[in-house]
C-alpha cells in the first residue's frame, strides 16, 4: 500500500465546474497535508494546506481534511483552463523529520472551455 | 534572485561518470531538501538539511549518492558512477526553518539528469 494514494486521472471538466481531487493516506498519525500544483514541465508549486479535521477555504480553491477517514481533498469552484495542471497531494507522516514530505503520485486536471 | 536555483537546468551524462547538482536556496530559508521525480510520479525525498548538517538522510537510495551544504546556504547533491536508472528531475526545495512552516516548501526549476 502507497503511503499517500491518487487518482492519476486525467479528470476533465469543463469551464466554470467544480473539479473535486481526493487523496488517501496510510500514516494515521499524519498532522501536515499540503496541496501542489504543478504545470508541465514545471515545479511544485504549493497552493494549499491544512492541519485540522475540517475546510479550508483560500479564494477558489477548498481544502478538506478527514483524519478519521484518512482522507483529504482539494475542491477547486469556477475551474478554468488556466487551472490545468498535475495536483500533488502530500503528507508529513508522523514521526517523519522536519518537512520530509511525502507526495501522492499526482491528478492530472484538464479544463476544458 | 528571489527564489530557489538550481543549475545546471540539464545535464547528459555516460553510465558510469560522475554529476553534481547545485542549488542555492531562497535567502533566509535555513532548511532545503533534495527530491526527484521520475516522468508520471510524484516527487521522491532524498535528503533533509537543517543549516549544514543532514538531519535525514533516509531517502538516498544507495551510497553512490551523496549531499553536502558547507556554509548552510549552497548545496549540492553529488551522484557517483551513474547508472540509467538514475534518469530523473532532480528538484531542490527551502523553506523556513520554524513551526508550522516546513510543509511550505519553495521548490527550484529543477535538473533534469539523463544517463545514457
Known amino acids: 500500500q502507497k503511503e499517500v494514494e491518487q487518482n492519476s486521472g486525467p479528470l476533465s471538466v469543463p469551464e466554470g465546474a467544480i473539479a473535486s481531487l481526493n487523496c488517501t493516506y496510510s500514516?494515521?498519525?499524519?498532522?501536515?497535508f499540503f496541496w501542489y500544483r504543478q504545470y508541465s514541465g514545471k515545479s511544485p508549486e504549493l497552493i494549499m494546506f491544512i492541519y485540522s479535521n475540517g475546510d479550508k477555504e483560500d479564494g477558489r480553491f477548498t481544502a478538506q481534511l478527514n483524519k478519521a477517514s484518512q482522507y483529504v481533498s482539494l475542491l477547486i469552484r469556477d475551474s478554468q483552463p488556466s487551472d490545468s495542471a498535475t495536483y500533488l497531494c502530500a503528507v508529513i507522516a508522523m514521526g517523519a523529520s522536519y518537512g520530509k514530505l511525502t507526495f501522492g503520485q499526482g491528478t492530472i486536471l484538464t479544463v476544458h472551455p | 534572485g528571489a527564489g530557489v536555483s538550481q543549475t545546471p537546468s540539464n545535464k547528459v551524462t555516460e553510465k558510469g561518470k560522475y554529476v553534481e547538482l547545485r542549488c542555492d536556496p531562497i535567502s533566509g530559508h535555513t532548511a532545503l531538501y533534495w527530491y526527484r521525480q521520475s516522468l508520471g510520479q510524484g516527487p521522491e525525498f532524498l535528503i533533509y538539511f537543517q543549516g549544514t548538517g543532514a538531519a535525514d538522510d533516509s531517502g538516498l537510495p544507495n551510497d553512490r549518492f551523496f549531499a553536502v551544504r558547507p556554509e548552510g546556504s549552497v548545496s549540492t547533491l553529488k551522484i557517483q558512477r551513474t547508472e540509467r536508472g538514475d534518469s530523473a528531475v532532480y528538484l531542490c526545495a527551502s523553506s523556513f526553518q520554524r513551526t508550522g512552516s516546513s510543509g511550505k516548501q519553495f521548490f527550484g526549476p529543477g535538473t533534469r539528469l539523463t544517463v545514457l
Open positions: 500514516d494515521r498519525g499524519s498532522q501536515s
